[in-house]
């Protein structure tokens, strides 16, 4: 087994293709087929099949390919690990995380980021959409990952969208209009906010993003809502809708299935929008580039269903181009619109 060569297998497997592996492994088509066949040879089986006119991995290819990157994480971690205890940290990025999926987002991406950036500190921020504009301009945040909300003025910050996503009416399943709803968003059936008028709230608190996009959606419906409770946690928002204090608008991702819990996508649907938030006079770093990067690709392959919206802005394409140009599913490569 060359180490050198695992790279070649992976990217095989990613890419699904011959000539789009050679290009991300930077070599010659014939190199990487050569390596393949010569690998088959060696252990006496198949490890890829061609359907749909992509390079599958058989169930060997399968075996191969997971112990091919448990060795290369092994590989970069002894690295990295080598790396901090002989040379002191350079650079560090303050970034400003929301306390739930922010943070779930930077422990997905901070080993792949690690790998490529050892001497590059991450130091994240915990907090709201609220408190991300003051700390940005005093020059305590470097970047932050958040929502589009009032705090941030065009002329001050720099925003980059990656997803627009729907705000769904979450209710308690013994709500009178439980039968018409789902447990599973995917398939919800619409309905007019306003057939909820009589229904106690439960709201993500007026300082958040999703509570401001919540009374926007209330006037546009011509009501009040009786709110019973708030909260700026959307996790504490999600457990009393289930304990069932009442209705809630929350954003589709937390739309998880739950016996006590049903849901409706609304005629009137509100959005938000997450993106990354940085000052003007800023010039985002290599790094930098690459943590948007890194957390973009991560939500358009983990995005849960089609009521989250990737968004292909032209200065993300230019992120993607710059660290993958390749990436399967970028819009370029499949006539997309942007």
């Known amino acids: 087994m060359n180490l050198k060569q695992l790279p070649y297998f992976i990217a095989i497997a990613e890419t699904g293709s011959l000539s789009a592996a ?30 749909h006119r ?4 058989t169930e060997a290819g399968t075996v191969y390919l997971d112990m091919a990157r448990q060795v290369l994480d092994l590989q970069a ?15 560090t990025i ?10 779930q987002v930077l422990a997905a991406i901070y080993q792949p980021f690690n790998q490529r950036f050892p001497q590059t500190e991450i130091k994240p921020v915990e907090n709201y ?30 925003f980059l969208p990656t997803q627009q996503e729907e705000i769904v009416l979450a209710l308690p399943a013994f709500h009178p209009l439980a039968a018409q709803a789902s447990r599973e968003i995917s398939q919800a059936s619409r309905m007019p906010l306003k057939e909820f008028q009589d229904t106690p709230f439960v709201l993500m608190a007026p300082n958040t993003t999703v509570g401001q996009v919540s ?41 998880t299935p739950h016996p006590d819990v049903v849901y409706f996508r609304l005629t009137q649907p509100g959005f938000l929008a997450a993106c990354a938030v940085w000052c003007r006079q800023h010039a985002l770093t290599e790094a930098e580039r690459y943590l948007i990067y890194l957390k973009a690709r991560l939500w358009d392959q983990k995005a849960p269903h089609s009521l989250t919206k990737f968004l292909w802005t032209e200065d993300l394409r230019q992120i993607f181009q710059e660290f993958e140009p390749d990436y399967p599913d970028f819009p370029e490569l499949k006539g997309g619109e942007q």
Not at 54 to 57: D, F, I
Request: no cysteine; charged share 15%.
């Open 54 to 57: 992509r390079m599958v991995p």
């Open 215 to 255: 009374q926007q959606m209330f006037v546009q419906s011509n009501f009040l809502p009786v709110v019973v409770f708030q909260s700026s946690n959307v996790v504490m928002v999600k457990d009393m809708i289930r304990s069932g204090a009442g209705a809630g608008l929350i954003p589709a991702f937390y739309a």
């Open 22 to 51: 050679a290009r991300q492994a930077e070599v010659s088509q014939p190199a990487i087929s050569g390596y393949l066949q010569d690998l088959e040879r060696e252990l006496g089986t198949p490890l890829f099949v061609r359907s």
């Open 129 to 158: 959409a609220q408190g991300f504009g003051e700390m940005l301009e005093a020059g305590k945040l470097s970047l932050a990952f958040s929502t589009a909300a009032r705090p941030f003025s065009p002329d001050t910050f720099r």
């Open 94 to 103: 303050s970034i400003g995380l929301s306390p739930h999926r922010g943070a």
């Open 77 to 91: 971690r002894t690295h990295t690990m080598i790396l901090a205890r002989h040379n002191p940290r350079r650079q």
